[in-house]
């Protein structure tokens, strides 16, 4: 068994890291993950329960496919756990495909930084082990090599995820602003148009007053 750990922080607030971890797929940065489907989802007392199947590609050296088999498409069980009062977001995955030789069991725990609660700290466990099959050693360091490969695409990926999040709100509060723009100038126009005419109808006023007053 291999054991494989990390830590990472982002500089952004747990809300937003936890919004893109969910929108994290497709992203540019990880094209190995092909989807996800959600299989259950539940509310329980404010925490957000949640099981997915993560679709991927496992890129292993063709001389693994004679001890392993091959496979177009790897599967995996994704349960996770999100408690807004905590700030706490927790995935746990599973690998489906090739189990019967591979188990690769992995948790992801997000959560405010500690010393800055601004921002989000990111720790990552896995479990990899090989069995039943030649050179299980060997396998088990590269597999876990490709989950350190891949850990630093994925953070790379939710950074992506996060840049569009953040233009997608600025995009919105521009637009809000430019909304609140037009009304104002609508309703100077419109307050200016009733002046004018108030200020014509009490012109006319003072004019038929003054055409009697000459009678």
């Not at 068994?1 to 994290?24: C, D, G, Y």
């Not at 004679?66 to 905590?86: M, N, Q, Y």
């Not at 990899?128 to 490969?149: A, F, K, Q, R």
Request: contains cysteine; hydrophobic residues 35%; positive net charge.
């Amino acid at each position: 068994m291999k054991i494989w750990t990390s830590e990472h922080t982002f500089n952004h607030p747990w809300e937003t890291v936890a919004q893109a971890a969910w929108r994290k797929y497709p992203n540019p940065m990880t094209p190995s993950i092909i989807g996800t489907d959600v299989v259950e989802r539940k509310v329980v007392d404010g925490v957000l329960h949640t099981h997915r199947l993560v679709q991927s590609k496992w890129y292993l050296p063709k001389w693994t496919h004679k001890i392993i088999g091959t496979a177009k498409s790897c599967f995996a069980s994704e349960r996770s756990v999100v408690d807004p009062s905590k700030r706490q977001m927790i995935l746990k995955t599973v690998n489906l495909t090739f189990c019967r030789h591979i188990s690769v069991d992995e948790i992801i725990y997000y959560e405010p930084h500690p010393k800055d609660p601004t921002k989000t700290l990111l720790r990552q466990e896995a479990s990899v082990t090989v069995h039943g099959v030649p050179l299980s050693h060997y396998m088990e360091d590269m597999v876990t090599s490709n989950i350190s490969m891949n850990a630093g695409k994925g953070r790379l990926g939710l950074e992506w995820v996060i840049g569009r999040i953040n233009a997608e709100v600025k995009g919105i509060a521009e637009t809000a602003a430019k909304s609140t723009d037009d009304l104002i100038m609508t309703t100077r126009r419109s307050l200016d148009d009733m002046t004018e005419s108030a200020r014509k109808s009490m012109d006319e006023i003072s004019a038929q007053a003054a055409k009697h007053m000459h009678i």
